[in-house]
């Protein structure tokens, strides 16, 4: 576990929606420090999404607090990575959409490029600083979106699901790129139900079933010392031997 101080603190959220009968967050509590590789699963429906747009300050919680304790009372400058990384490319280029928020925020052009390059190299990208930024990989353009929120200096960075819908050389971009950002000592929360793709890289564990969180810990533990399946959560130490385990069936 990383012992720095929290940049977050999470005090008995909840979240209620009109019209429905049961919560779609129920007292959640936990903090999240400088540093760390925080991976927060659970099944469809646990309250990822709800919990993911509270802290990125996109809904406000029915009760509880959100607090930045390190920030001496300023907000939080919090990036996200949506799951769908065309619906957030604003410009033509790489190089104009990671221009794009420090210009929104009043930064000269000069300014704005300068910041734009820097973060274009560090996700990766150098080189296709003027490509058409659409016909960028799935991979490129989640890098596309991490620069666009180094640009903006963000202290930590939200990946929401940041594996659908790529293939086997996306998620090995984005991997890279979570662990170059680790590896800068940024602040990571990765909002994912395939645990086998990056647990490996995460310090901490929490899994969330029906809106109560039902776990916090090292993966370790997570992995070897509970049942992951009676959250909705496929262990990913199952080991395949044969063609025939090659299909995933309430027994396996």
């Known amino acids: 576990m990383i012992h720095s101080p929290p940049l977050l603190e999470i005090s008995s959220v909840s979240r209620r929606f009109p019209g429905q009968s049961t919560a779609a967050l129920e007292e959640v509590s936990f903090s999240v420090r400088k ?5 927060i699963s659970g099944a469809n429906g646990s309250g990822k999404s709800v919990l993911m747009h509270i802290i990125a300050g996109l809904d ?15 907000a939080l400058r919090i990036g996200l990575v949506f799951q769908d990384a065309d619906a957030q490319i604003l410009g033509d280029t ?10 929104n925020k009043g930064a000269s052009k000069a300014e704005a490029e300068t910041k734009a390059r820097t973060a274009l190299y560090i996700a990766g990208l150098a080189g296709k600083e003027l490509h058409p930024a659409r016909t960028l990989s799935g991979g490129e353009k989640r890098r596309l979106a ?4 180094l640009a903006m200096e963000a202290e930590l960075i939200i990946f929401d699901e940041p594996f659908a819908n790529l293939d086997w050389p996306g998620v090995v971009q984005v991997n890279s790129i979570i662990s170059e950002l680790l590896h800068n000592g940024t602040t990571l ?7 086998e793709k990056v647990l490996g890289l995460a310090n901490r564990l929490i899994i969330l079933f029906q809106g109560r969180l039902v776990f916090d810990g090292l993966p370790e533990t997570a992995l070897s010392g509970t049942r992951l399946e009676q959250w909705g959560i496929r ?9 025939r385990d090659l299909v995933w069936t309430a027994d396996t």
């Open 146 to 149: 991490v620069a666009g929120i």
């Open 94 to 103: 790489p190089l104009e959409d990671a221009a794009w928020g420090p210009r």
């Open 35 to 39: 540093g760390e590789c925080l991976v």
């Open 60 to 74: 406000a919680p029915t009760t509880g607090t959100i607090e930045h304790p390190s920030t001496g009372g300023k």
């Open 189 to 195: 929360i990765i909002l994912t139900h395939e645990l």
């Open 235 to 243: 262990n990913p130490l199952r080991s395949y031997s044969s063609v």
